[in-house]
């Protein structure tokens, strides 16, 4: 038996919260051991922020309002933008 059957079998004995504690485990070695990230799919990053839905602590995270009116701070979205992986770029 191959290690994919063992582990298989194997988490088919624990409860269901341990089994998304496998999971997790398992989604933080593949994020590990990728040599490049910047490839990664749109729908591979919207199900990696899946797990931010229930964030208590910033519930705005999935939405932002902006009214008419309102000043942004441009320098901060860039940074914020750049430190999440963004590439700025100008168009003329």
Same mark, same amino acid.
């Given at each position: 038996?191959?290690?994919? %059957?063992?582990?298989?079998? !194997?988490?088919?004995?624990?409860?269901? !919260?341990?089994?998304?504690?496998?999971? +997790?485990?398992?989604?933080?070695?593949?994020? !590990?051991?990728?040599? +490049?990230?910047?490839?990664?799919?749109?729908?591979?990053?919207?199900?990696?922020?899946?797990?931010?839905? +229930?964030?208590?602590?910033?519930?705005? !995270?999935?939405?932002?309002?902006? +009214?008419?009116?309102?000043?942004? %701070?441009?320098?901060?979205?860039?940074?914020?933008?750049? *430190?999440?992986?963004?590439? *700025?770029?100008?168009?003329?």
């Amino acid at each position: 038996m191959n290690t994919i %059957d063992l582990v298989t079998q !194997k988490i088919h004995l624990l409860p269901p !919260k341990q089994q998304e504690e496998v999971l +997790d485990f398992v989604e933080f070695l593949i994020t !590990k051991y990728q040599v +490049d990230n910047s490839h990664k799919s749109a729908e591979q990053l919207a199900i990696e922020r899946m797990k931010d839905l +229930d964030d208590p602590d910033n519930p705005d !995270k999935w939405e932002t309002v902006v +009214d008419i009116g309102d000043e942004i %701070d441009e320098d901060a979205l860039n940074e914020w933008l750049e *430190k999440r992986g963004y590439k *700025k770029t100008v168009s003329n």
